[in-house]
């Protein structure tokens, strides 16, 4: 079992930059596949970024390809969404997720999710 606490959201304006973080409990956090997901008002969840286990590979949803960063740090059961160049369309609950294994894009691949923290980006 894994509890996962995203924090670091808040208002922000366009082209301002936030780091959100999400701790994870247990002892096996390095044998987790992590990722990012969002979710709009009114929207469905979509994927935003994802890092392997072993920090080996990463994955970004296009639209945010080159403005976010996605780490780890297995040490301190914690990953982090480093968010630049913030648009009005990157407004959203962000929401972190585990599995254990490979890096997937799909969320219902993850077995473990955040309560989620929102970010929301003004014009």
């Known amino acids: 079992q894994v509890q996962l606490v995203e924090s670091g959201g808040g208002l922000v304006q366009a082209g301002d930059s936030l780091r959100l973080s999400c701790a994870a409990s247990?002892?096996?956090?390095?044998?987790?596949?992590m990722a990012w997901f969002r979710q709009p008002l009114g929207k469905e969840r979509e994927f935003v970024a994802a890092?392997?286990?072993?920090?080996?590979?990463?994955a970004f949803a296009n639209s945010v390809k080159g403005r976010f960063t996605i780490s780890r740090d297995n040490a301190k059961n914690t990953v982090y969404l480093q968010m630049n160049t913030l648009r009005p369309e990157d407004t959203a609950v962000y929401y972190c997720?585990?599995?254990?294994?490979?890096?997937?894009?799909?969320?219902?691949?993850?077995?473990?999710w955040g309560q989620g923290t929102q970010v929301t980006v003004s014009s």
């Open positions: 997720a585990a599995r254990p294994g490979l890096v997937s894009v799909v969320s219902i691949d993850y077995n473990y």
């Open positions: 247990g002892r096996t956090f390095s044998s987790y596949a």
């Open positions: 890092i392997s286990r072993d920090l080996g590979s990463t």
